[in-house]
């Protein structure tokens, strides 16, 4: 069964990029890679999804090796704003094959003036 | 406003109780996920429906379940409370259920308070 491990916490400031690393040993040929946002009391919010490769959107990027072995989610430029709880989650919902869905333990990282 | 609405928003009761949390999905979503949060163990998957079916299980006690309506809407129902069932339970959905991109969006969660 796919589990993520990421760092604890991370500490940033503002207008430098953030490269947030998950490990996923055990991750399954049908599985995707996703991350999202948590702010305090808040649900998670969809960051960003990829399969293999890199994958760009208008808030970030994911880098995906080849062996799929671990993933990194990079914040380009980050703010006060971006400071939150990120988590890494190694998933599949397809086919016949039951979803199984995991979350890290998350990565707080805070972003300093 | 992501669309999944949650109920109640706060729930205080006593152990041994049973509640039930409601959940809407966002129109058109066929999947129904619910999440425990709690200090100590982080984001926990329970349990997934998908257009009224369970489709998958994750760490859900036996004594909560959960069933998803033919109007979609969920409920989760905790029984024989304990304290440590004390947490936020989020519920999410998502408009694929087999293959392709599966983006989730959470409700504001529903705050669960055993005493």
């Known amino acids: 069964l796919a589990k993520t491990t990421q760092p604890i916490s991370m500490d940033s400031y503002e207008g430098q990029e953030v490269n947030i690393t998950c490990s996923h040993n055990n991750i399954a040929t049908n599985d995707y890679i996703t991350w999202y946002q948590q702010f305090p009391s808040q649900g998670p919010r969809f960051i960003i999804q990829g399969y293999k490769t890199k994958v760009t959107n208008e808030v970030a990027s994911l880098f995906i090796p080849a062996d799929r072995k671990s993933s990194t989610l990079s914040l380009p430029r980050v703010s006060l704003s971006d400071t939150a709880v990120y988590y890494c989650l190694v998933g599949s919902d397809r086919g016949s094959t039951l979803g199984r869905l995991y979350f890290g333990r998350g990565t707080q990282l805070t972003v300093w003036p | 406003d992501s669309g999944v609405t949650q109920t109640p928003k706060h729930l205080i009761t006593a152990t041994g109780q049973r509640v039930t949390l409601r959940c809407s999905p966002r129109?058109?979503?066929?999947?129904v996920y619910w999440y425990q949060q709690s200090l100590d163990q982080g984001l926990q998957f329970l349990i997934q429906?998908?257009?009224?079916?369970?489709?998958a299980k994750g760490n859900i006690l036996e004594r909560f379940s959960a069933q998803q309506f033919p109007d979609l809407h969920s409920e989760l129902n905790l029984s024989s409370l304990e304290l440590g069932d004390s947490a936020l339970y989020f519920c999410?959905?998502?408009?694929?259920?087999?293959?392709?991109?599966?983006?989730?969006?959470f409700g504001p969660g529903t705050r669960l308070t055993v005493l």
């Open positions: 429906y998908y257009n009224g079916e369970e489709r």
């Open positions: 129109s058109g979503d066929l999947s």
């Open positions: 999410a959905s998502s408009v694929v259920g087999s293959g392709g991109i599966n983006e989730q969006f």
